[in-house]
């Protein structure tokens, strides 16, 4: 039965219904819900495939914003006005945005490590 968790776990993963994901595992529908239901472990193998896609999107992602930067920024040095002005405007707003979300990155780790380093105190 474990051997079929992984192609369920991809297909649900990569956002494939239950129905997508017992044909792939060659199983039936039912035991794909009751993996779901009462298996925390395929959950998890769930969480830990989709988690896996994602940082692989943001690589291919990271590496075409460069490329995408680089040339807004030809553009925005470029000639035509308007062109420039759309571009130059996209380029602020993007850093901007990426500057902001640094930010917010930043406090949520101060905060998980301020709250590990916290010990609750009980009232006995």
């Not at 369920?8 to 009751?34: I, M």
């Not at 993996?35 to 992602?61: H, K, S, Y």
Request: proline share 2%; glycine share 4%.
């Amino acid at each position: 039965m474990k051997d079929s968790w992984p192609a369920a776990a991809r297909c649900l993963a990569a956002g494939g219904s239950q129905t997508d994901a017992a044909r792939a595992a060659k199983v039936d529908p039912r035991t794909v819900r009751r993996w779901l239901d009462n298996e925390a472990q395929f959950a998890d193998r769930v969480d830990d495939a989709r988690t896996e896609m994602l940082t692989q999107a943001a690589g291919i992602l990271a590496k075409a914003a460069g490329v995408a930067a680089d040339r807004l920024a030809e553009i925005a040095e470029d000639g035509a006005d308007r062109h420039a002005l759309v571009a130059s405007r996209t380029i602020l707003e993007a850093a901007s945005r990426y500057r902001s979300d640094l930010q917010i990155e930043q406090r949520l780790r101060q905060l998980e490590i301020a709250s590990r380093i916290r010990t609750p105190v009980w009232d006995e």
